[in-house]
């Protein structure tokens, strides 16, 4: 599976953001997918994730009610809209998918990152 993340950029406090990643070598529909950031001098966290049934979505609390994950089978994209941005949210942020249905936060497959920076 290969998977390559989009959309990064930078943006002021209350703005959104869309983040895109695609991808390849798999059945779309079959890979539970999620997002993770790392900011600087900090461990990478989870962020937000669904499972490939659909019947799981997951968001970390800090991003609810301002982050919605989605995923378009028809592309083989998944997506992070981000709204109401924060300067505590930026991070490199990375896409990550599984065939696993609930793999928690150990998902077997990441892309390479995207810049998300927040200014104040």
């Known amino acids: 599976v290969q998977l390559q993340a989009s959309g990064g950029g930078l943006v002021q406090a209350g703005g959104s953001l869309r983040l895109s990643c695609a991808a390849s070598?798999?059945?779309?529909?079959?890979?539970?997918m999620g997002w993770f950031r790392q900011a600087p001098g900090k461990e990478r966290e989870f962020v937000a994730a669904f499972s490939w049934s659909g019947g799981s979505t997951s968001y970390i609390d800090s991003v609810k009610g301002r982050f919605t994950i989605s995923r378009d089978n028809a592309k083989n994209t998944m997506y992070l809209q981000m709204n109401s941005l924060k300067p505590e949210d930026t991070a490199v942020y990375y896409c990550?998918?599984?065939?696993?249905?609930?793999?928690?936060?150990?998902?077997?497959?990441w892309g390479k990152g995207t810049q998300v920076t927040v200014s104040s």
């Open positions: 070598g798999r059945t779309f529909s079959s890979l539970s």
């Open positions: 990550a998918a599984d065939r696993r249905e609930f793999p928690g936060e150990d998902f077997n497959y």
